[in-house]
């Protein structure tokens, strides 16, 4: 039985990254801010949408393949950093399922707008990075969320594969 009820753990995962950012300053003054921009939306984790409910979020169905359906948030640029979703707490970071361990790597699918994503994973705020590799692990302690985390580093290793 698992420790933690569906949104219990994301809760917890909420508290373990708190007020950490990649970068000790405003990484957005890097980039004037693209990843708050309106881009198609963030992933929301199993059972987010619960804790995000009436927050005036555009909410809808996405196929995450290896998963299935799931929730896709996108604010339109302007949310209350109070409800932002565990994707955008993490960003510009996503998981990396090595046989059955759940790590923290940069996400490549924000190469195109966030200049964090070319860097090495060194050059964010350590503090930050830890935060994010044990949010990730105590996510993995969940069935569902790790099935969610394999699909999603799946998503992620796809999208870095080189086009030939």
């Known amino acids: 039985m698992d420790q933690y009820s569906n949104t219990d753990i994301l809760i917890a995962a909420y508290s373990v990254i708190g007020d950490l950012t990649?970068?000790?300053?405003?990484?957005?003054?890097?980039?004037?801010?693209?990843?708050c921009k309106p881009s198609g939306g963030m992933l929301l984790f199993p059972y987010e949408e619960e804790l995000l409910?009436?927050?005036?979020?555009?909410?809808r169905d996405f196929v995450l393949p290896g998963y299935g359906t799931c929730r896709i948030l996108d604010c339109g640029g302007k949310c209350d950093r109070d409800f932002r979703p565990l994707a955008c707490r993490m960003f510009p970071l996503g998981p990396k399922v090595i046989n059955g361990v759940a790590h923290a790597r940069l996400d490549s699918r924000g190469r195109p707008y966030?200049?964090?994503?070319?860097?090495?994973?060194?050059?964010?705020?350590?503090?930050f990075a830890q935060s994010v590799k044990e949010c990730f692990e105590l996510l993995a302690e969940d069935a569902d969320q790790m099935r969610f985390l394999r699909a999603l580093?799946?998503?992620?290793?796809?999208?870095?594969?080189?086009?030939v």
């Not at 990649?22 to 990843?35: K, Q, V, W």
């Not at 580093?153 to 086009?163: G, L, Q, T």
């Open 114 to 127: 966030c200049p964090l994503c070319h860097k090495s994973l060194l050059s964010l705020d350590h503090e």
């Open 153 to 163: 580093s799946a998503r992620i290793d796809e999208f870095s594969k080189p086009v």
């Open 22 to 35: 990649p970068l000790a300053g405003d990484c957005g003054a890097l980039c004037g801010e693209s990843c």
């Open 53 to 59: 409910e009436g927050c005036g979020y555009d909410i």
